[in-house]
């Protein structure tokens, strides 16, 4: 990818959610190491059955374009695909913004879930060392999405909470 649209688009997705201003160190460093390690290619062990050459040069090609909004049919569309009476957490994100309008985030004990775009500031230092994380382990593919990152979610299990 090349290093100049990255690095716009991250400066985008930062003009686009100002409120992740808090990220934008991590962002830097993402940015940085995508930049220098790249996307993975087949001559790897892990990902020879993969090519992700024209997930490339998708991303490249819509990496400038402005974070979609999503349409009434579009919205639809993805109601329609969440499985009617499930339970539990659905969280639905379109074009890596999250649409809260299709989500069920039922009230639990002990667990709190927050977007990213409402993080209190006490959780932003731990958060942006997080996601900002760019060790080898984290993956290239991670380390991408943290560089454009404009939303998530937090998800946070008190200690000693039991889960279903």
């Given at each position: 990818m090349d290093a100049t649209i990255l690095r716009r688009a991250a400066e985008q997705a930062i003009a686009r959610r100002p409120e992740l201003l808090w990220l934008q160190?991590?962002?830097?460093?993402?940015?940085?190491?995508?930049?220098?390690?790249?996307?993975?290619?087949?001559a790897e062990e892990d990902w020879r059955y993969t090519d992700l050459s024209r997930a490339?040069?998708?991303?490249?090609?819509?990496?400038?374009?402005?974070?979609?909004?999503?349409?009434?049919?579009q919205l639809d569309t993805l109601r329609d695909l969440l499985i009617p009476g499930a339970g539990g957490i659905a969280a639905v994100f379109m074009g890596g913004i999250?649409?809260?309008?299709?989500?069920?985030?039922?009230?639990?004990?002990?667990?709190?879930?927050?977007?990213?775009?409402?993080?209190?500031?006490s959780m932003?230092?731990?958060?942006?060392?997080?996601?900002?994380?760019?060790?080898?382990?984290?993956?290239r593919l991670a380390t991408l999405?943290?560089?454009?990152?404009q939303d998530g979610l937090v998800i946070d299990i008190a200690a000693g909470t039991m889960l279903e």
């Open positions: 160190d991590a962002r830097s460093r993402a940015v940085e190491t995508f930049v220098r390690e790249g996307f993975p290619t087949i490339a040069s998708l991303i490249e090609s819509s990496a400038l374009k402005a974070a979609p909004g999503a349409t009434a049919q999250l649409l809260p309008e299709l989500c069920r985030m039922p009230s639990t004990p002990g667990v709190t879930i927050t977007r990213l775009l409402q993080a209190s500031p932003r230092g731990a958060l942006a060392k997080r996601i900002g994380d760019t060790k080898e382990s984290r993956g999405n943290t560089a454009l990152l």
